[in-house]
């Protein structure tokens, strides 16, 4: 395991690539971090057995558990320094102007809702106990 804290540095000039997630457009469109944990060890790859192997066992919960204090660390960090947090939507507005967002889909394009109805409603009534009004 990783004995020293990496240090923060600028993000490239230019994006090569990294690791996938599933916010990829959320990113375009408003200010996204990545909070990195411990979670993995030397030489594992992810998508791979070796990745799965290393959410076993104390080593996996103690990088859980660092992983769940960061990221609350950094949401009360927002909501206490609301100037910080202005910062970094000024940032992320002035960045847009020059990079604004491109859908690949067109305008028009509705996602198929519908094709999962008969299975959501049969699970539907199990989930009504836990369903809260907004």
């Given amino acids: 395991m990783p004995t020293k804290i990496g240090k923060l540095k600028e993000p490239p000039a230019v994006f090569t690539g990294g690791a996938s997630s599933d916010h990829g457009d959320v990113t375009l469109v408003a200010p996204t971090a990545t909070i990195r944990f411990p979670g993995s060890v030397e030489g594992a790859r992810g998508h791979h057995w070796s990745t799965v192997a290393c959410g076993l066992g104390s080593t996996a919960w103690k990088g859980l558990n660092a992983g769940a204090k960061a ?59 836990f369903y809260i009004e907004p």
């Fill in 71 to 129: 990221m609350a660390a950094s949401a009360i960090d927002l909501v206490t320094e609301p100037e910080t947090l202005k910062d970094i939507r000024k940032e992320f507005d002035e960045y847009v102007k020059t990079h604004p967002y491109k859908p690949f889909l067109p305008e028009d394009a509705r996602p198929p809702v519908e094709i999962n109805e008969k299975l959501m409603n049969q699970y539907r009534p199990l989930m009504e106990e």
